[in-house]
């Protein structure tokens, strides 16, 4: 059976087409797929040397380091390493409080985008 590969970016497995147009689902790790119209397993080992599988996070990731540093290092600025002394129960109840900002952000940048779509609509 010929497979082409179409590659997806996704992480571990790749989306492949075979003949018969149907989706085979391999996986990194032994190299084989399944045929749904042919009921069968299928060696897509050439496909994997062919097709550049890498995974999204891999082109941002090294920004999101850089990033995450200078957040560190403000943090050590501010506060030096006393974070790393505090017990895990009140490192939880921080994070609980940092999540609940991120829900409060998300409803005003909510609220904003209504607004301007509604201010779109009636233009």
């Not at 299928?42 to 920004?63: G, L």
């Not at 957040?71 to 895990?88: A, V």
Request: aromatic share 8%.
């Amino acid at each position: 059976m010929s497979v082409r590969g179409i590659c997806t970016r996704s992480i571990g497995c790749s989306t492949l087409s075979c003949e018969h147009r149907e989706v085979h689902f391999i996986s990194k790790l032994c190299n084989s797929g399944y045929c749904r119209v042919q009921n069968e397993h299928v060696d897509c080992s050439q496909i994997m040397e062919e097709e550049s599988i890498e995974p999204k996070y891999k082109s941002i990731f090294p920004e999101f380091v850089k990033r995450l540093e200078k957040r560190m290092e403000q943090g050590f600025k501010e506060y030096g390493d006393k974070s790393f002394d505090r017990p895990p129960k009140e490192l939880l109840e921080e994070i609980e409080e940092e999540l609940l900002d991120i829900c409060g952000w998300s409803v005003v940048l909510y609220r904003r985008i209504k607004q301007l779509q509604n201010k779109m609509e009636g233009e």
